[in-house]
T-cell receptor, first 115, second 107 residues
Framework: EPEVTQTPSHQVTQMGQEVILRCVPISNHLYFYWYRQILGQKVEFLVS????????KSEIFDDQFSVERPDGSNFTLKIRSTKLEDSAMYFCASSRLQGAVSGYTFGSGTRLTVV | KNEVEQSPQNLTAQEGEFITINCSYSVGISALHWLQQHPGGGIVSLFMLSSGKKKHGRLIATINIQEKHSSLHITASHPRDSAVYIC?????????FGAGTRLTVKP
């Protein structure tokens, strides 16, 4: 069964450093999403991406964050100048059609620890 | 007020019991998802519903759009069903998540 692949599975970074979290969505999916889950809290929506541009973003997704689809397969989340409160599990998901019509497939997540 | 409310927060059951987890939402949605989060953190999509009922193996999900309510049922529960079950709703390009129900099934 097709999978959404996320790398790395765990990343530790110093506060103030930039990190790039990588995702390989399912190949025929067109819509891509990033979510985060701070330890012990709810999953939160960050951003959705379609046709090489952001289609929706939450209040959390400020200027510190950016997303990119640098080639035909990768979908990346960049966090500039990480803060301690950015420590969380970050999930990528993709869907073939806009969310209401087809289901989402989630990656297994990247656990980011900012020290 | 949370847009997505789940109950119960925690649930402990004996192997073989029938389990129900409830989800209520307060906003207009295009679809509702039931997700399973394993102890390691990974998320698996179980169901996506916009009406009626879906069944997959021992899992059944129902939704009542008029009442803004959905239930996830697990028949003949097993210790491997132990996980956090999350209800999430689609708002066009956005998803809102419930806080999850932590299910523990004891042998």
């Amino acid at each position: 069964e097709p999978e959404v692949t996320q790398t790395p599975s765990h990343q530790v970074t110093q506060m103030g450093q930039e990190v790039i979290l990588r995702c390989v969505p399912i190949s025929n999916h067109l819509y891509f999403y990033w979510y985060r889950q701070i330890l012990g809290q709810k999953v939160e929506f960050l951003v959705s991406f379609y046709n090489n541009e952001i289609s929706e973003k939450s209040e959390i997704f400020d200027d510190q964050f950016s997303v990119e689809r640098p080639d035909g397969s990768n979908f990346t989340l960049k966090i500039r100048s990480t803060k301690l409160e950015d420590s969380a599990m970050y999930f990528c998901a993709s869907s073939r059609l806009q969310g209401a019509v087809s289901g989402y497939t989630f990656g297994s997540g990247t656990r980011l620890t900012v020290v | 007020k949370n847009e997505v409310e789940q109950s119960p927060q925690n649930l402990t059951a004996q192997e073989g019991e029938f389990i129900t987890i409830n989800c209520s939402y307060s906003v207009g949605i295009s679809a509702l998802h039931w997700l399973q989060q394993h102890p390691g953190g990974g998320i698996v999509s179980l169901f996506m519903l916009s009406s009626g009922k879906k069944k997959h193996g021992r899992l059944i999900a129902t939704i009542n759009i008029q009442e803004k309510h959905s239930s996830l049922h697990i028949t003949a529960s097993h210790p491997r069903d132990s996980a956090v079950y999350i209800c999430a709703v689609n708002l066009v390009d956005d998803m809102r998540f419930g806080a999850g129900t932590r299910l523990t099934v004891k042998p």
